[in-house]
């Protein structure tokens, strides 16, 4: 079993729509969660943190469930500027500063 | 936030030379750098981590004699891949971080923009 899954899509939505993507872990003792976005061919940008209250910024809305292990990243709104693979990671505590991702979902906005 | 640059972006290289790519944090100085692999479609793996000053920790399955780690100063690390070959082609792509975590604490990486590497 991996340990970040997600759902690779890709997800093609028109602008304006809202879409939600998720993710599960694997180890139970992970304490860090975040969403990255990956444009083609550059670096992953941390996109937000994901805390267990859930959290929001702007158009975005995380949500944790540690019982299910489950991640969410929901986007209201679409932009066509959204485009873009994002990245479910996690940090697994017991490895320290580590980083873990997932493949990540593909979002392809359209006008 | 704080910036990493790498280089070259970029490198097309023959089977059986040695590449060597440079990661650099331009305004803080990274006690902890990682070195990440991503082939086509996948994700980021992690091969090793770099504290300054000591021996790279590779994860599980990195050749550490193939992925040589060099993390001299507090704003460089280097990754040699050598005698590369055409499975060693991917983006490699470097991040640090201004605290030698002992676990207790994540603190944020800044990634670099990434060095695309061919082999033929």
């Known amino acids: 079993r991996k340990e970040v899954e997600q759902d690779p899509g890709p997800f093609n939505v028109p602008e304006g729509a809202t879409v939600a993507f998720n993710c599960t872990y694997s180890?139970?003792?992970?304490?860090?969660f975040f969403w990255y976005r990956q444009d083609c061919r550059k670096e992953p940008k941390l996109l937000m943190s994901?805390?267990?209250s859930g959290n929001e910024d702007g158009r975005f809305t995380a949500q944790l469930n540690r019982a299910s292990q489950y991640i969410s990243l929901l986007i209201r709104d679409s932009k066509l500027s959204d485009s873009a693979t994002y990245l479910c990671?996690?940090?697994?505590?017991?490895?320290?500063?580590?980083?873990?991702f997932g493949a990540g979902t593909i979002l392809r906005v359209k006008s | 936030g704080a910036v990493v640059s790498q280089h070259p972006s970029w490198v097309i290289c023959k089977s059986g030379t040695s590449v060597k790519i440079e990661c650099r944090s331009l305004?803080?100085?990274?006690?902890?750098m990682f070195w990440y692999r991503q082939f086509p479609k996948k994700s980021l793996m992690l091969m090793a981590t770099s504290n300054e000053g000591s021996k790279a920790t590779y994860e599980q399955g990195v050749e550490k004699d193939k992925f040589l780690i060099n993390h001299a100063s507090l704003t460089l690390s280097t990754l040699t891949v050598t005698s590369a070959h055409p499975e060693d082609s991917s983006f490699y792509i470097c991040?640090?971080?201004?605290?030698?975590?002992?676990?207790?604490?994540?603190?944020?990486?800044?990634f670099g923009p990434g060095t695309r590497l061919t082999v033929l």
């Open positions: 994901v805390y267990s």
């Open positions: 305004d803080f100085q990274a006690t902890t």
């Open positions: 991040s640090a971080s201004d605290f030698a975590t002992s676990g207790t604490l994540y603190n944020e990486q800044f």
């Open positions: 180890n139970s003792a992970s304490q860090s």
């Open positions: 990671v996690v940090n697994p505590m017991e490895y320290g500063n580590k980083l873990v």
